[in-house]
């Protein structure tokens, strides 16, 4: 079977992909723009809020992403198993965490915000991986719009509104894929 049949029957399953080979790990792993943290290739991005966070995964070589998975948060903390388990099942290069800023440039100390970049530095620490912070402002009202253009069109389905925050990571991938030097690294 050729190989190219096999990828495409990972990811239509939404299993993870299988180990990269030796000739895929060179030099040929970034797009011009965008910043070469640690020569990544796979990224997840994460739209972290009070009671879920959603994750998706995106490749640089392609600049696109996908949704991934909704982590449930309980009592205030992440569910980490399910984080860490994401992370040794995708093996990706960086992450991408939101960070939610007030529509006027602000940047404040707001609640939302303290946990996102909290989220990001407990990544960094955990994952040895760096992590990116970007402007995650409006992306959920992003994600609704085009949630609601997926339903209109039948691609989608009430019962996948839980998905919302997974396409709101989306949109933070993205915005890390169109704009590289507006994000910042977290600090571990």
Avoid: K
């Amino acid at each position: 079977m050729p190989r190219s049949c096999s990828r495409r029957r990972w990811r239509r399953a939404g299993r993870p992909r299988p180990a990269a080979s030796a000739s895929t790990s060179g030099a040929l792993r970034t797009t011009p723009g965008v910043p070469d943290p640690g020569g990544a290739a796979t990224v997840l991005a994460f739209d972290v809020g009070s009671r879920r966070i959603g994750v998706a995964i995106g490749n640089v070589l392609s600049a696109s992403g996908r949704e991934l998975a909704v982590v449930d948060v309980r009592a205030g903390a992440p569910d980490w198993a399910r984080i860490e388990t994401l992370l040794r099942d995708w093996r990706p290069d960086a992450l991408v965490v939101g960070d939610p800023r007030l529509l006027d440039d602000e940047s404040g100390d707001q609640p939302a915000r303290r946990r996102a970049r909290g989220f990001a530095r407990e990544a960094a620490a955990r994952s040895g991986l760096p992590v990116w912070l970007v402007d995650e402002r409006s992306t959920s009202m992003d994600a609704a719009r085009r949630f609601a253009a997926g339903r209109a069109a039948g691609a989608r389905r009430r019962s996948q509104a839980r998905d919302l925050d997974a396409l709101a990571a989306v949109i933070i991938l993205e915005r890390w894929f169109e704009a590289p030097e507006d994000a910042e690294p977290a600090s571990a």
